[in-house]
T-cell receptor
Framework: SQKIEQNSEALNIQEGKTATLTCNYT??????LQWYRQDPGRGPVFLLL?????KEKRKERLKVTFDTTLKQSLFHITASQPADSATYLCALVRTGGFKTIFGAGTRLFVKA | NAGVMQNPRHLVRRRGQEARLRCSPMKGHSHVYWYRQLPEEGLKFMVYLQKENIIDESGMPKERFSAEFPKEGPSILRIQQVVRGDSAAYFCASSPPGGEPTDTQYFGPGTRLTVL
């Protein structure tokens, strides 16, 4: 069956360090992959999209990689700040599909 | 430009009652999606609609749940005869016409349904 896995354990890092979050998937042929941020009690906020023919995408302090051979995406936040503390969701859209499949998310805590 | 609006933000219903959740997409957006989120779980796709059409409802339970997106007015997610297991946060998202429909989804703040 189709599966998206994100590390269920919270990630705790020190301010200024780089946070790296992992998203693994099985049995998908995704057209593209998205990363969202979700704060408690709020809806997800779109951050970045990377297509299957792209290896890397950057936006300010954010960087996403997409390895379709490993079936994995890495999400990096450089020079992390306490304000980056949130849950980060990975989402896939299959080729030719409309349905977005979300992972359960990884909670990030950045300590000052 | 106001974001996606959902109301009510909190809804309490007793078992057997009906729940109606409303979603007003961003201005100019013609695609609407509904998701359900249980505590500590990811969002589960329920249904994707365009104006007056249901495009994909593969994530919607076959019974008691229905969705519409009329020509005028908000999208409605309707849950009949609610049960305790329906308690969850329901999120609506919208995206603009053109391009891939799921390219960038803008989410509303959600409606938290509690069934007593």
């Amino acid at each position: 069956s189709q599966k998206i896995e994100q590390n269920s354990e919270a990630l705790n890092i020190q301010e200024g360090k780089t946070a790296t979050l992992t998203c693994n998937y099985t049995n998908y042929s995704p057209a593209y992959l998205q990363w969202y941020r979700q704060d408690p009690g709020r809806g997800p906020v779109f951050l970045l999209l990377i297509r299957e023919n792209e290896k890397e995408k950057r936006k300010e302090r954010l960087k996403v990689t997409f390895d379709t051979t490993l079936k994995q995406s890495l999400f990096h936040i450089t020079a992390s700040q306490p304000a980056d503390s949130a849950t980060y969701l990975c989402a896939l859209v299959r080729t030719g599909g409309f349905k977005t499949i979300f992972g359960a998310g990884t909670r990030l805590f950045v300590k000052a | 430009n106001a974001g996606v609006m959902q109301n009510p933000r909190h809804l309490v219903r007793r078992r057997g009652q009906e729940a109606r959740l409303r979603c007003s997409p961003m201005k100019g957006h013609s695609h609407v999606y509904w998701y359900r989120q249980l505590p500590e779980e990811g969002l589960k796709f329920m249904v994707y609609l365009q104006k007056e059409n249901i495009i994909d409802e593969s994530g919607m339970p076959k019974e008691r749940f229905s969705a519409e997106f009329p020509k005028e007015g908000p999208s409605i997610l309707r849950i009949q005869q609610v049960v305790r297991g329906d308690s969850a946060a329901y999120f609506c998202a919208s995206s603009p016409p053109g391009g891939e429909p799921t390219d960038t989804q803008y989410f509303g703040p959600g409606t938290r349904l509690t069934v007593l």
